[in-house]
């Protein structure tokens, strides 16, 4: 795979690779499919916990403890939490019953992670993941949200001005950009931690960050100051128009390596998931600008399509380019987007805009009888390149499974494992276990010795103490806790 990687990753609109499936990228998709799935092992579901809502597991620990292939092939370097308008909260977000939950405005939606160098001799390049959690739920949660809307232009940057109107869900908008003041965990957006750790990933300084952070700040006041002086005095409009056009033309996005942006930020004021996302990949984007680098955004169900909005908007407003002042000479990332089991996300307007950005991609793997792609029904359009699986094919799965089956993400990386092409009889060319498609759902034919939802944790995390009494222990407190700085882990 590490010869083939930008192929892989889409720089062809992976002409070829999908009928019959290429084995080299079904590997790749069962990996990234497994780096969703560990969002959901890890996710703390239970209600009646205070933790509800929140990951079980610190980030250092977060691959030895959930379902992958490759344990040692990645990092976790920042959690991301999302809250969304009262609205969207109570339909998509797990609220703890008990009022001393930390999480009962918002929810862990997922991580940033890194290639280690284990990983990155593997894959050819240093990929930086950015997954985002689902749900397993069938129809009855999207259907749920209003169809309503929303104007995507505060996400798409320039390309937003282009005298189109692109418009996305409203609710899914809501989840990506939303904050909350009070809480602790969702100061910063989902879309900020991920975008800035990214940027700073690509993009090292030979200063410390705070350094140029202070350097540029003057600088600004100083362009400023110049700008102002030129309007006074110069009489000439064109010459005036240049100058204005110059200055536009500079991209400040490289003091972003410091926290201390947030006071440029039109977002300054909260901290909702975007911010969370931007200080994560700037943060990566710094440290492996020189290193060949791809920026991989995933995600199945309601995670699709925050995946969809998150891989936009970075290549949207160039969060995966090198550093330097003029935006358009710098060094790309590519960006691919890998989804499962995806609703749609925006109108005719989005759609053309993503399919018109370089260094994007999107590869969208749909079940044939899974009906939630094809939800919402008017108004919406599909984006990216479709690789379309069958699992009613499947010999290992009941016959005639409900629309839980069908949606399930297991059921999608079952059906990636053994599809091989519109012609072609089912068979697993790649060895995975048939017991996960039972994990968390009732998938599996009944011949089969495997119980249904058979993935909980011991005694439910109760723990017996020495005087006998049962407690419950099902969090790491180290995974977010207030103190740690804003780098989570420094690889």
Not at 184 to 203: E, G, I, P
Not at 217 to 241: M, R
């Amino acid at each position: 795979m590490a010869g083939r990687w930008r192929e892989l990753h889409g720089s062809g609109h992976w002409e070829g690779l999908l009928d019959p499936l290429d084995a080299d990228l079904r590997r790749c998709l069962i990996t990234y499919g497994e780096m969703i799935t560990a969002t959901y092992e890890a996710f703390i579901g239970e209600s009646r916990s205070p933790n509800a809502g929140m990951c079980r597991y610190r980030r250092g620990d977060l691959f030895r403890r959930v379902d992958v292939s490759h344990p040692g092939w990645y990092a976790a370097t920042r959690y991301v939490y999302a809250t969304a308008s009262a609205e969207v909260r109570g339909k998509v977000l797990l609220r703890p019953l008990c009022r001393e939950g930390r999480a009962r405005e918002c929810n862990w939606m997922g991580y940033v992670a890194v290639a280690t160098d284990e990983g990155a001799a593997a894959l050819g390049r240093r990929d930086i993941v950015v997954a985002w959690r689902g749900t397993q739920r069938a129809l009855e949660w999207v259907a749920d949200l209003k169809l309503a809307l929303a104007s995507a232009a505060g996400i798409l940057g320039p390309e937003g001005a282009d005298g189109s109107d692109p418009s996305v869900h409203r609710g899914y908008l809501s989840l990506y950009t939303s904050a909350d003041e009070g809480s602790k965990l969702n100061k910063q957006s989902a879309r900020m931690q991920v975008l800035l750790l990214l940027f700073t990933l690509l993009q090292c300084s030979a200063f410390s960050v705070y350094s140029v952070a202070v350097l540029c700040f003057f600088g600004l006041l100083c362009c400023s100051a110049l700008l102002l002086l030129l309007t006074l005095l110069q009489s000439n409009f064109d010459v005036i128009s240049n100058h204005r056009a110059c200055f536009a033309r500079l991209d400040y996005r490289w003091i972003l390596v410091s926290p201390s942006f947030l006071f440029f930020s039109e977002y300054s004021a909260s901290y909702c998931a975007i911010e969370q996302v931007l200080t994560e990949i700037a943060r990566l984007m710094d440290k492996y600008k020189d290193e060949d680098t791809s920026i991989t955004v995933v995600g199945h169900s309601l995670g699709a399509t925050l995946a969809t909005l998150n891989a936009v908007d970075i290549v949207a407003n160039a969060y995966n380019k090198s550093p330097g002042f003029d935006v358009d000479s710098r060094r790309a990332a590519p960006v691919t987007a890998v989804v499962f089991g995806s609703p749609r996300t925006g109108d005719r307007d989005f759609r053309d805009i993503f399919h018109r950005l370089p260094d994007l991609r999107m590869l969208r793997v749909r079940n044939k009888p899974d009906r939630i792609p094809h939800y919402p029904p008017v108004g919406y359009a599909d984006v990216g390149v479709e690789l379309l699986i069958d699992t009613r094919r499947s010999p290992f799965l009941k016959p005639h499974g409900n629309e839980s089956q069908s949606h399930d993400l297991e059921v999608h990386l079952h059906g990636v494992a053994g599809w091989r092409g519109g012609s072609g009889e089912f068979g697993l060319v790649m060895e995975r276990d048939v017991a996960l498609v039972n994990k968390f759902d009732d998938c599996l034919a009944d011949e089969y010795p495997v119980p249904v939802g058979w993935k909980v944790h011991h005694n439910k995390s109760m723990v017996k103490g020495p005087d006998g009494r049962w407690v419950l222990e099902d969090h790491e407190p180290d995974c977010d806790d207030e103190e740690e700085d804003d780098n989570n882990i420094n690889l």
